[in-house]
């Protein structure tokens, strides 16, 4: 899939966000653009993870709060911390295929989420996340947890391909009796 773009959150103006907001909340949440235009600052991050609610919110509660201070710490300093979306044109609006959410700091250098939406899976897209945050993170061996779900399903030829090595299995890490993969620990 060639027609996807990668957009870094904190290179988003204020009128291609606008734009942007516009056609994922048209698409994914319904809510018109006149409403759109009194969205309150700290409200733009719920709004964007809404959209993945349904994929991310049973794997980790508090996601939406989690998110929010996310959004905060980008704006604050994207070398740190750093939102990539991917975007599909489609009969001239946009489509979210998915996310990555990077923390790069001196003591961690981890891929926080990374989530292909379901129909735009097997395109290519995954691959092209984690090459960025290969890139961004500047380094192959970035630390990422997963639960068991997506390691099962989605993500285990992908970490295969980038020869990431599980280090730990954590039953109730962030779900009660639900297992979180963790790979590249201390790396």
Known sequence: MDNFKLIRYSDIRPDILKEIFKNIVEN??????????????EDKAKLMIEG???????YYPGIENWFNKIIKEIDKDNRKRELFLVIVPNKGNIELAGILILKNTENEKKICTIRVIENFRN?????????????YLETKTPLITLPEECYKEEFKSLLEKYKFKMTNKVIGAYRKNKIEYFFNEGK
Not at 52 to 58: A, F, N, R, V, Y
Not at 123 to 135: A, D, H
């Open 28 to 41: 994914y949440l319904k809510v018109s653009q006149k409403k759109l235009r009194n969205i309150e600052e």
């Open 52 to 58: 993945l609610k349904d994929d991310l919110i049973g």
């Open 123 to 135: 395109k290519g897209i995954g691959t092209k996340l984690f090459e960025k945050s290969f890139e």
